[in-house]
């Protein structure tokens, strides 16, 4: 209710959410989230890419499965998202 009526009064800052490298909070531009995925599309491991960009495997899982960078360009793994290789339970083959 505090919050509804702060935006009513014209009290509240309202923050734009931009996605991807627009962000002002993002680590990654573009151009890495579309390597990222490439990579991930000829067999690296989330752990793998994670140490390389220096971001956390979930990150990486979102990125390569579309959820996030969605501008960004590149294969997007499209299979069961518990399928997605993090080099704890093996390969698994990319969705065509």
Same mark, same amino acid.
């Given at each position: 209710?505090?919050?509804? =009526?702060?935006?009513? /009064?014209?009290? !509240?800052?309202l923050? =734009?959410?931009?996605?991807? &490298?627009?962000?002002? *909070?993002?680590?990654?531009?573009?151009?890495?989230? /579309? *390597?990222?995925?490439v990579?991930? !599309?000829?067999?690296?491991?989330?752990? =793998?890419?994670?140490a390389?960009?220096?971001?956390? &495997?979930?990150?990486?899982?979102?990125?390569? /499965?579309?959820?996030?960078?969605?501008? !960004?360009?590149?294969?997007?793994? =499209?299979?069961?998202? $518990? /399928?997605?290789?993090?080099? $704890?339970?093996?390969?698994?083959?990319?969705? !065509?």
């Open positions: 209710m505090n919050v509804q =009526e702060a935006i009513a /009064r014209g009290r !509240a800052r923050i =734009e959410q931009h996605p991807g &490298e627009g962000n002002s *909070l993002a680590k990654l531009t573009n151009d890495q989230a /579309r *390597l990222i995925r990579r991930y !599309a000829d067999g690296d491991l989330l752990r =793998e890419l994670s390389a960009f220096g971001v956390s &495997e979930g990150q990486i899982s979102l990125l390569v /499965r579309g959820l996030s960078y969605q501008d !960004a360009g590149g294969p997007v793994f =499209e299979g069961d998202h $518990r /399928r997605v290789r993090s080099g $704890r339970r093996g390969r698994v083959p990319l969705s !065509a």
